[in-house]
Each structure stands twice: as structure tokens, then as C-alpha cells.
């Protein structure tokens, strides 16, 4: 892992001399003294941000939603992913330069802003912990530091050094009252819609580690409304395509992927032999608005349309923490008021946008009873805990869509809930096995000597064993 710090400056400076004039007033009007120094810390962190919002909702989600039932590629490269034929070439690791290395000079450099101090602590927290989770062992510890090839760390090692990081994140945004930050493009500078993300993001960790109980602690101080999740808000800009949704941009470049008749479809088309559909739930305008036509980029109305947020970290899997985990940590009773709490939530209609609002969509409140051998949740007569797991889990299937959350869900479950797990089918009929993992960045192996073989792609990850 070879640092590129100096040409990311660089390039950097170049951009903001021909915007920030002011930035080399003081520069005897010479900017090649430009220096590190001159450049204001906080304007690293919207190009930090975007590159977040490119790592999360960008290819390797798409292929983690071709591993989980929900999308499908139909030609070309799309295609050939969904088909599982990806090599280390397909998989990238931009965000140690992209976000830990801007990340970690902001740090340095506003020791006396806690605002500053907990936010990048958020953002590599973010970055690492998807790396984690994807790829299993990566450099952590000694990534971006002096030594040349640094070791990678165990999967666990790095959740638990995250934990860390974002406990101090926490500690940062409470103390930052009064603090101010220049850009933020997330979140405008609000401190707590930060801190919130913190907390709703140390519980999916410890989601990912079964520990249920922390999970359920942390994510009671996680977000707390929609108006609090972190999306990504694209930008009306006339001309600029690469600000818009990640979906349409996909299918501007290549119309090859879409819904088609996935797994997540078929669950919420009350006509197919799987529908979730039932006396308390309607899913027929979330059929709608989930659906991505492959034929091109006007097609789409729904999660694919231009200038359709997208979610990263949100109200709906905060709740959805609280639900799975109360139910396993605290009670039935609790796990069920978390769910309900999440259907009252959709039954307003707020997760949809203007195209889909008016079509027919219900979510009235569950009662145990339903949960009961027979009842419309439990028609398979399982043990009524387990029965309301497992809608749960499939709640958290669906809401998850265009997330990471499915994909990390069926392999979390896989060995110790596979009865309650989502049952999504392989995309080839020759295909054996699930995958369980991405392969690591070609980048990284050819380059770090501490580098481990590729254990592929469906080696279990220590956190799932």
C-alpha cells in the first residue's frame, strides 16, 4: 500500500487555485509555494464525502445486490458479474487514499475542533468497516504509515479497533457544541445528524460480530428520524451526470442492470408464489418504487431516477438493529415494538417520492398472535421467536435494498439462523455455493509483500464462521 499523499495535495491545489483565489493571497503571488499548510483543512472533506457516497452506492453495491437476490446484470460486464466471473481486477481499495488519508491530515491539523475530530473519525470508521466486512483481513493498524507493506489485520481485530475509533467519534460530536466546520456536503454541519450516524453505525458493527446486546445499547442512541439518515442527495446540475443518482449513471454508461424478476422482486409482487403480501401489508407501490427497468436511465421513476436520494446509513436500519436485536437480547415484546415502530414509519408513505406516493401501500401493526403457529407470520408452525426473526430479517432485506444490509445479512445468517435467513436462489444453475466474500484488490497484492493468497470468493469471513 503506497502512499500517494503528495499527488493528492497536489492535485488538490491545482484544482482550488482556479476557484480560491484568497487561499495564495499570501503567497507572493506565486503558486507553486502553495503548500500544505495553506489549504484550509475542511476543504478536504466534501471530496472525502463524495468518495464515500461513491464506495457505498457505487459498482461493489451493485454486485452485492447481484450476491443477494435483489438486482440482475443482463449484459456485458453487469452481466458477467452477476455471473460471479469477477478477478481481483474488479475490486478497488480507493477509499484508503480517498478518504483515510485526507481524513487523517484534518485530524492533525484541528486537534482543538472536536467537531473535526469526530467526523473523520466517522468517515474512516465508515470505510474500514465496509473494507472489513467485504474482504475480511485488511490493512488497518499499520495502512498509510511509514511502513512499506503493512500487515493485514484479523476481520475481528479491525471491528474491535472500530469501536474504538468511533466510541472517541462519539466522544468528539458530544463535546463539539459550538464547534463550526466549513464544508460538509453530508450533512450541512449538523452535529448531531453526525452523531447520530456514529451510534447507528458502531450498532451494525456489532451486528456484524453477533453482539446482539451491544448492538441493541448502541442503536438506542442511533438516528432517530428520516430527516437524520445519511443519503446522498444528488444535484440538479444541468450538464453534469456525474453528480446524479449512482443507478442512473449506471444506466446512462450501460443499460444492463436492473431488478428483472430477482428474489427481492418476487417478494413484494402479491401475484408471485413467494409474496410477502398479506391482510396487513400492501407492498405495491414499494414494487414500484424499488423496480429499476435495465432499458435506459429515463425509464426509471423510482430508486433510479436522476435526482433520487440513496441511502447509506439510516432511520430504517437503526430501527430494524433495535428490532433484531431486541428480539434475540431483550423480548418478544420488545423486538415487536421496534418492527411496529418501523411499519407505522412506512405506512406514512415517507420512504416513497412523489411517483409512488399515491399508489396503494399499507403496513398496519403486528400483534403476537400473528406470530403464533398459523398465524398469517408463522403459517409453518416454527417457534414463535423465531417466526418474528424472521420477518425481521426480511424486513431488513427489503428496506435494505440498494445497501449493503442484504448482502451482510445472508452471510451473517448463514451458519446459525439459515431457517430464518432469506432463502434467495444462485444465479446459475451450476453454481454450488454463495458467495461470501470480495477478492481482494489486485492493486494491493502486487504491490504489498505482507499481502495474504486470496482465500477467494467463498471462503466464510472469520466474523461469519
Given at each position: 500500500m503506497k502512499s500517494i499523499y503528495i499527488k493528492y495535495i497536489f492535485v488538490l491545489a491545482t484544482m482550488l487555485l482556479s476557484s480560491c483565489e484568497g487561499l495564495v493571497d499570501d503567497l507572493n503571488n506565486n503558486p507553486n509555494q502553495l503548500t500544505l499548510d495553506d489549504i484550509d483543512p475542511g476543504l478536504f472533506v466534501n471530496g472525502a464525502e463524495l468518495s464515500i457516497i461513491d464506495i457505498h452506492l457505487g459498482y461493489t453495491s451493485r454486485i452485492a445486490g447481484y450476491y443477494s437476490g435483489q438486482l440482475v446484470g443482463f449484459e456485458q460486464v453487469e452481466y458477467e458479474r452477476y455471473l460471479y466471473n469477477v478477478t481481483s481486477s474488479t475490486f478497488s481499495w480507493a477509499g484508503y487514499q480517498s478518504v483515510l488519508t485526507p481524513m487523517r491530515e484534518v485530524r492533525s491539523r484541528t486537534t482543538e475542533n472536536p467537531f473535526y475530530q469526530g467526523i473523520t473519525k466517522v468517515m474512516e470508521a465508515h470505510v474500514i468497516g465496509t473494507y472489513a466486512s467485504l474482504f475480511g483481513d485488511v490493512p488497518y493498524v499499520e495502512a498509510l504509515s511509514d511502513v512499506e507493506d503493512p500487515k493485514f489485520d484479523g476481520?475481528?481485530?479491525?471491528?474491535?479497533?472500530?469501536?474504538?475509533?468511533l466510541q472517541e467519534a462519539i466522544d468528539n460530536l458530544e463535546n463539539a457544541t459550538g464547534s463550526v466546520i466549513h464544508t460538509d456536503y453530508i450533512f450541512s454541519g449538523n452535529r448531531i445528524k453526525w452523531l447520530q450516524s456514529a451510534w447507528t453505525l458502531k450498532a451494525r458493527y456489532y451486528m456484524h460480530t453477533k453482539e446482539y446486546d451491544k448492538a441493541y445499547a448502541a442503536a438506542q442512541n442511533g438516528i432517530s428520524s428520516k430527516a437524520n439518515s445519511m443519503m446522498f442527495k444528488p444535484l440538479n446540475t444541468s450538464g453534469e451526470?456525474?453528480?446524479k443518482n449512482k443507478y442512473f449513471i449506471s444506466l446512462s454508461n450501460t443499460p444492463n442492470v436492473g431488478t428483472g424478476n430477482s428474489h427481492l422482486i418476487q417478494l413484494l409482487n402479491s401475484s408471485s408464489g413467494i409474496s410477502r403480501n398479506n391482510a396487513k401489508t400492501n407492498e405495491t407501490a414499494r414494487l414500484g418504487y424499488?423496480?429499476?427497468?435495465?432499458s435506459?436511465?429515463?425509464?426509471n421513476f423510482g430508486v433510479a431516477h436522476e435526482l433520487e436520494p440513496q441511502p447509506i446509513i439510516t432511520y430504517q436500519e437503526n430501527l430494524l438493529i433495535l428490532a433484531e436485536a431486541g428480539a434475540?437480547?431483550?423480548s418478544f415484546a420488545t423486538g415487536l415494538g421496534h418492527l411496529n415502530t418501523l411499519r407505522a414509519f412506512l405506512n406514512t408513505g415517507a420512504f416513497l417520492n412523489a411517483s409512488f406516493s399515491s399508489s396503494p401501500y399499507f403496513y398496519s401493526a403486528y400483534i403476537a398472535s400473528d406470530f403464533d403457529a398459523g398465524g398469517m407470520e408463522n403459517m409453518d408452525g416454527i417457534n414463535a421467536d423465531r417466526a418474528l426473526l424472521r420477518e425481521i430479517i426480511e424486513e431488513r432485506y427489503i428496506s435494505g435494498f440498494t445497501t449493503f444490509m442484504p448482502f451482510d445479512d445472508s452471510r451473517r445468517l448463514r451458519k446459525s439462523d439459515m431457517d430464518i435467513a432469506v432463502q434467495f436462489p444462485l444465479n446459475t444453475a451450476t453454481a454450488t455455493q454463495n458467495v461470501e466474500r470480495f477478492l481482494y484488490p489486485d492493486s494491493e497484492t502486487l504491490s504489498n509483500q505482507m499481502a495474504p493468497v486470496d482465500p477467494g470468493l467463498f471462503a466464510v469471513t472469520k466474523v461469519n464462521q
Open positions: 476481520q475481528i481485530a479491525v471491528f474491535d479497533n472500530l469501536q474504538i475509533l451526470t456525474s453528480v424499488y423496480t429499476i427497468n435495465n435506459g436511465p429515463t425509464a434475540r437480547t431483550q
